[in-house]
Structure formats: C-alpha cells, structure tokens
C-alpha cells in the first residue's frame, strides 16, 4: 500500500525582503518609517546662493574625515628631541615631538602630505563659506523671524571655526605657529587684573610652558568639533522645522515652499555637489602648497620671522593691534594698562557682536512680529545693505592694516604710510561706505519702479509723426513685475500724538523716541521708494502715453 504525502510549502514563500524586514524591524522600535515618510519628501527651493551653506556643510565633513586620519599619527607633545627623520636637512636640529611628528606626516607617512594640506585648506574654504553664507543670509534678511535662533547658531560657528582654526595651526609648534601663539599671550597678559592669572592656567607656567600643545590638542580634537557638530546638526533641524527660505516669484508665498523633494532630486544633487567639493579642495591640496612648516623650522622664543601672517580669517585682529598706537597708563602703584592691546580686544569681540545681535535689534527697531520666509533683494533694503557695507569695509581695512608690512615691501611704500591710512580709513571709509551703497539701493529701486511703469529699455528709437524721437520700451512679462513689486513696504514707527485724547500729557521714554528715530532711518521717505500703484501702472499702460 502506497500513501502520498502533501510536500512541505516552501518557508521562504510570501516573506519580504531582507531590506524591508530590517526596516520593519528599525520602525518598530524607533519610528523610523514615520520619520523619512514626514520628512524624506521635504521641499528644498533651489538658487545658487543656497551652495554657499553647502560647501560650509561639505567642508566641514572633509575636516573631521582628514582629522581623523591626521590624528593617528600626531604626537601632541612638546618634549624635546633630536631629530632623526626622514627630512634630512634637520637632522640633528632639536625640536618638539609635536614637530617632529609633523614632519614624519609629510615626508614617512602615506598621503599624509597630501591629507595635510587637505585639511588647512578644507579649513580656510570651512571659514570662507561660512562668512560668505553668512553675508547671503543678512544681506537677504533671511535671519528675520521665526530664524533668529538658527542665526545664533550659525555666528556661534563662524566664531569657534576661528577659534579652532587658531588652535589647529598651533600644533605642528613650527616657528609660524609659535610667534601666534606669543601673539595670543600678549593678549591674554593684557586683560586688566586677571591676565598674569589667565596666562599661567592657559599655558600652564611662563611662556611657552609644557603644556599648551597638548590642552590645543584636546581643544582642537575634542572640544570645539563637539560642540560644532552639536550645532551643526541643530542648525539643520531648525532648517527642516522652519522650512528653507525662497526668492520673490510667482506662485511663491510666505506660507509655502516651491522647489524640489529632498529624495530623489535634492539628495541626488547634494551627494554630487560634495564629491565636486572635496574634489575641487583636493585639486587645490594638491598642487598649492600651504603651510610648510620645513621651511621656517621649530619654534624658538629668541626668533622670529618677518612676513609672518597668520590665517585670513585672524588677520583683522592682527590688523587692530598693528593700527593701534601704543599707549600706555601707568597707575598709581606701578601698575599698566596697555592700551595698544587692550582696546583691540575690547573692539574685536564688539565687531562680532553687532553682527551676531543686529537680527533681535532690527526686530526692535521695526516692530515686525510676522513670520518671514521670502527672502530681500539687498536693494530694497537700503540701510541694513549700506550697514552691512559699512562693516565689511571696517573690516578689509583691518585686514590691510594686519598685512601692512607686506603691502610695504611688494609696493615699496613706507609701512608708517600705510599704517596711517588704515587708522584713518578705519573711521572714515564705512561712514562712505553707509552712504554710498544706501544711495546705489535708492537709485536701483527707482530703476525697478520705472522698468515696472514703463517696461524695459530696448535700444529701438522710433520718431513720432511730430517730429519726437523716443526709445521704444518693452512690457516687463507679469512674472518680472512680480518679482520687482513683492517686497513689503514698510512704514516707519511712530510715537504718536505728546498728549492722549484728553489732553493729558502721554509719557514718553528716551528708548520709544530712539526707537522711532531708527525707524525713520530704515523705512522713511529718504530711505525707501514708493512701489508703482496699480493706478499709475493702469494710468502708463493705457495707451495715453507714448510708451
């Protein structure tokens, strides 16, 4: 007798894939499947000017990538030793292990010349990005409400990015990085009361001690990239939360987002723009050298180097202390107060702050409490622009004061000359600077206003049958009207009446009359032109007139 037995049904039938199971499994326990289906299909506008955070974003991630590998192999070490590497023309010279290791990265390591220059350079574009999207962002008014806080975060950035560049370049304890280092600590000696005390726990005895390579390392390392990744990431959620700002269009509105999903488009194109990044800074690592610390050899507090300048983003505190005349008060007791250094540093923190502040005091002036998310034309800003201006220009002026004995010696000037110059400009030029840029915005406005009105110029002159010559002018599409008519139109603030209904007198503080007075500087008559009303643009397009 025979019996037939039903075969066992395959397990494997019916079951998902092994990528959905892992999903379903992530899903269940931290709602991963909720989080990318909210925010995997965001909507990013798309402009040039966007970039500028991206390459901010890229540069940083090659920093920490280069970091890491740099870190296997340096020595954070300032005991001292004979040398015996692979360069040859320091054998025998005595130096840090820190230098040494230095030297071992660039000539006995694999690529690590290469991974090296990557990195400074990464740093110096890291700074320049941040700077330039800064500037996008102010110029725009893309700071203003609800992105105040994600403002803070970004200029809390550009500042540690500073710091962290000045305690990178340290390390390698060349002759370079030694003499900023001295800089640093004629500064920290400075501060009233408190700068013997700071110097000694900072460098850990007299200059230069034993122990500030290794507390820079742990700085450099740890600290400061901790705290920016920590912000770094906060920056971004604010972006998602708030949504990215847009330029005027149509279609485009402070209560949407008009551009492309971050999967697929977006994340496709930001995932090439960082290869482009990295490949662009390891071109420029490779073939531009930066930093050769063989050169000028270990640090010795008896030498020094002239042309010695330190990275692009601390040269305007150089050029403060090199502006500075050297005044001194002794007071009673023996005690000084070195003004040459002390006012510099009280004026170099106060150039940030008033960038890092300015969007809570334009928010004060203005009394703007609605939510922004249209980005300006620098144009029809006319005094935050020309403010904007007015401290760039403060700022090259110190840039060219911290490098003046280099324009002295290529230019053959006298460094005296110069050092004059910038002490002058530095009060005089972003006065002009103000009143120059706020002027060029009025003109442009009103250029806007008659292309609006009157359509665009277009080289056509055509005589009229009596005898008139005029240039035949071409209607601006409604897309280009929109975007030249969407800005608000402002009024300043006003105090109002000096007594109520009653006849009673109404108390007015000095910040109110302050505050109403700023406002007039912003959005008064002198400071704005009238947008076309759709009267007057009825008016020129009727056919009455010539145009």
Known sequence: MSTATEAPKSRTRGKAPAGERVADWADGRVGLYGLAKANMRKIFPDHWSFLLGEVCLYSFLILILTGVYLTLFFVPSMAEIEYHGPYEPMHGVMMSEAYASTL????DVRGGLLVRQIHHWAALIFVVGLFMHMMRVFFTGAFRKP?????????TLLVLAIFTGLTGYSLPDDLLSGIGIRFAEGAV????????YLQMFIFGGEFPGNDIIPRFFIIHVLVLPGIMLGLV???LILIVYHKHTHYAGPGRGN???????FLPVYMAKAGGFFFLVFGVIAVIAATVTINPIWVLGPYRPDQISTNAQPDWYLGFSEGMVRMMPGWEWVLPGGYTLNFGLLVPLAVFPGLLLVIGLYPFFEGWVTKDKREHHIAQRPRNSPTRTAFGMAWLTA?????????????????????????WFCRIAFFVLPVIAFVVVRRICLGLQRRDREKVLHGRETGIIKRLPHGEFIEVHEPLSAEQRHILTAHDQHRPFEIGPETDENGVRRRIGPMERVRARLSRGYYGDHAQIAKPTAEEYRAITSGEGHH
């Open 104 to 107: 071992d990265i660039s000539f």
């Open 147 to 155: 992105r105040e806080i994600n403002w803070l975060f970004g200029f």
């Open 189 to 196: 000696l400075a501060t009233p009361v408190v700068g013997s």
């Open 233 to 235: 990431v906060a920056h």
């Open 255 to 261: 209560d949407n987002v008009v551009g492309m999903p």
């Open 395 to 419: 700022f090259f002026v110190c840039m060219i004061a911290g490098g003046n004995d280099v324009w002295a010696v290529n230019f053959n000037l006298s460094i005296n000359s110069i050092t």
